[in-house]
């Protein structure tokens, strides 16, 4: 059993040091950005290399500005902007990986391929593809434009942004549901209905809880790199209206003299994302608890 | 109760369809309304076609 379980260490171990070192040492070196100085004169940021040496004044300057200064706005737009996003991509992928799962029956191919084909295309191309849509000379606003609506989808409306976030994310959430709604044990579902439950009761009694780890892991999954998201709203909207944080850190590293405090956003995000997986990582060790019992 | 689940399983299909529209009828009509534009601009089709794709002219257009 050891001989076994060391080979599997051994296998799992270049994996694991890649995924380590390439995480660990940009991060190090956002950590050094963030608590290093800024040069005087070429208002660049000099890095710290020594954790000894660090300043923390600078990081308390951005925390009092996300708490009660203008980056809480920019912080809450942020989750509203996710959550609504996340929200909306349940509601559009779930039906889908359930139909797929359990419906799609001979078309499941066709239609898989289907829902892989926005992948053959890249991300910047279909946002792009929604700019010329929307522009107001556009097929989209002058199809609308038919029924009396007249309304600059691309002037800075959190709608758009919303939308071009679901657009972009749910293929990530549909795959991994699917996955898992295909794998569940159906003949539960059947001996739910068989014991008197509504197909209602057995999708909120059966299926739910048994999909609920993949839910959670096609959550973040979307979750994480919504949060960090810049260009959909850049390219949607660009409108100081609708900034998400991913659009403060652009600014801040790109064309702003503080690219320090690029960086401690970069930080504060990051840990509000682990604690957020943090919450996956326990609930799903919950629920494989719950299974071997 | 059969009703209901009949009418949820109708339902399904529809989100579905609704759903692969939406993801990639706006891309086909994005792409094939630039490459349009770019292919009456100058004469000749395969020339174009090729002009196209490869100084990324449809991206470009949008």
Redesign the interface.
């Known amino acids: 059993v050891n001989k076994a379980a060391r080979l599997w260490a051994a296998l799992a171990a270049p994996g694991a040091f890649w995924l380590l070192f390439f995480f660990a040492v940009p991060f190090y070196a956002v950590a050094c950005v963030a608590f290093g100085s800024i040069d005087p004169i070429f208002r660049d940021a000099i890095p710290q290399w020594n954790p000894l040496h660090w300043s923390f004044s600078e990081f308390g300057a951005v925390f009092s500005s996300v708490t009660s200064g203008p980056l809480r706005g920019v912080f809450a737009r942020t989750i509203v902007y996710v959550v609504s996003a996340m929200v909306m991509s349940f509601a559009?992928g779930f039906?889908?990986a359930?139909?797929?799962a359990r419906?799609a029956g001979k078309r499941r191919m066709l239609?898989m391929l289907?829902?892989i084909?926005?992948f053959w295309?890249n991300y910047l191309?279909?946002m792009?593809?929604?700019?010329?849509?929307l522009s107001p000379s556009g097929?989209?606003s002058r199809f609308v434009g038919i029924f009396g609506i007249h309304y600059n989808w691309l002037d800075g409306s959190p709608i758009t942004v919303i939308l071009g976030l679901v657009?972009g994310y749910?293929?990530f959430l549909i795959l991994p549901l699917y996955a898992t709604l295909e794998r569940l044990d159906w003949r539960l579902v059947e001996a739910a209905r068989d014991l008197g439950a509504?197909?209602?009761q057995a999708f909120r009694v059966v299926t739910v809880p048994m999909a609920k780890a993949g839910v959670a892991a096609a959550g973040v999954l979307i979750a994480l790199p919504m949060f960090g998201d810049y260009y959909t709203n850049d390219l949607l909207s660009r409108s100081p209206k609708t900034e998400m944080l991913g659009n403060q850190i652009d600014y801040y590293i790109n064309n702003s003299s503080q690219p320090q405090r690029g960086a401690i956003l970069v930080i504060m995000l990051s840990t509000l994302l682990l604690i957020a997986l943090s919450w996956y990582l326990r609930s799903t060790s919950k629920i494989g608890k719950e299974r071997v019992r | 109760m059969t009703s209901v689940s009949t009418r949820r399983v109708k339902a399904l299909p529809i989100i579905i369809w609704g759903y692969i529209i939406w993801s990639l009828v706006p891309v086909l009509i994005a792409v094939i309304y630039s490459c349009g534009k770019a292919f009456r601009s100058a004469g000749g089709l395969a020339t174009n076609m090729l002009r196209c794709f490869t100084t990324l002219q449809c991206v470009t257009q949008l």
């Not at chain 1, 792009?128 to 849509?133: C, D, E, I, R």
């Open positions: 559009i039906p889908v359930y139909y797929l419906h239609l289907l829902i084909a926005p295309v191309m279909r792009l593809a929604w700019v010329n849509l097929l989209f657009y749910v293929p509504t197909s209602r």
